[in-house]
């Protein structure tokens, strides 16, 4: 990999994903992880903030890690390199449905299937969250593409930014969460928590319910992740904001240049492409993270002495 040219590098470790480019596949794909989150969020047991619900990057795709199902355990993994999604139980059971262009229909009768087929009875609410006009997944017939190479693509992303937040994660001792994609509003994430309480949250978000919200946002913390974009945003970003956020929080002095306060967001934002045509990409990441992090924590009053590595 270090013999290739700054642009192969560029091309293959992080490749573009222009939103118009494979909207389709990004709609039809969110619904198919929706579905695979919302086994894991009704067998797993509850973890603060919804960590239970969320999936993980492995080197083929994302996973949802162990699921319990009385004394036997199952895993349920989209593999983005041979294009299927795998079924494992610790009994041996191994089933396999191919990633094709289908719908989230055929998708989620497909998966239920299998799964009753194995012994494993699951009941989900069928109604998508955090977008807009949604369709009931035995119901969408609309949404029914898939892309394998953009799809690798964006798994191909996730890999980078996955070991590039599990490095800055690393450098922080408080509480914090681990790096995690979030089904509902697709994108990874990671966060950091001050320790203190915050004010109850507003709601407010589409077609999620108040309680959930603020369960996410019962403490004061600082997040930061990346988003393929979508609506008014046709590229992928990276973001970071504080909640609550605290005064002086949105003209604090950030890094890259490229880095900038959206105000409908609410949240600082970096183009994607401003890292992917870096010199360094690793480094034009974590000035962000780590400045915006420093935005959070010094105007809200972090004991930054306390919950800072400041050697390993």
Sequence with gaps: MAEL??????????????VTEWQDTYATLHMWTQIIGKIRLVLAAKLNHWWHSTLYVTPRGLTTSSIPYGTRTFEISFDFLEHHLQIQTNDGITRRIALVSRSVADFYQNVMN????????????????????????????????????????????????????????????????????????????????????????????????DWVTR?????????????????????????????????????????????????QMQEFILPYEAVRRADDPDAVLLAFLQSTYDAAAKRGNWDQAALERTSI
């Design 114 to 209: 299998v799964l009753g087929e194995i012994g494993i009875s699951v009941r989900i609410w069928t109604m998508p969250q955090e977008v807009a006009q949604p369709i009931p997944f035995e119901q969408d017939y609309k949404h029914a593409t898939y892309d394998p190479e953009y799809a690798q693509r964006l798994w191909r992303i996730l890999v980078q930014v996955d070991r590039v937040m599990t490095e800055f994660r690393s450098r922080f001792l408080g509480k914090s969460s681990p790096v995690h994609f979030f089904w509902g509003s697709f994108d990874l994430a990671v966060t950091r928590f001050s320790g203190h309480r915050a004010p109850e949250h507003p709601g407010g978000v589409p077609n999620m319910a």
């Design 215 to 263: 369960e996410a946002y019962s403490h004061q913390v600082s997040s930061c992740g990346f988003w393929p974009g979508g609506g008014a945003v046709e590229e992928p970003v990276f973001y970071s904001y504080a909640y609550p956020e605290p005064e002086g929080f949105r003209v604090y002095p950030v890094h890259p240049k490229e880095a900038f306060y959206n105000l």
């Design 5 to 18: 040219d700054h642009g192969t590098l560029t091309d293959t470790t992080w490749p573009s994903l222009p």
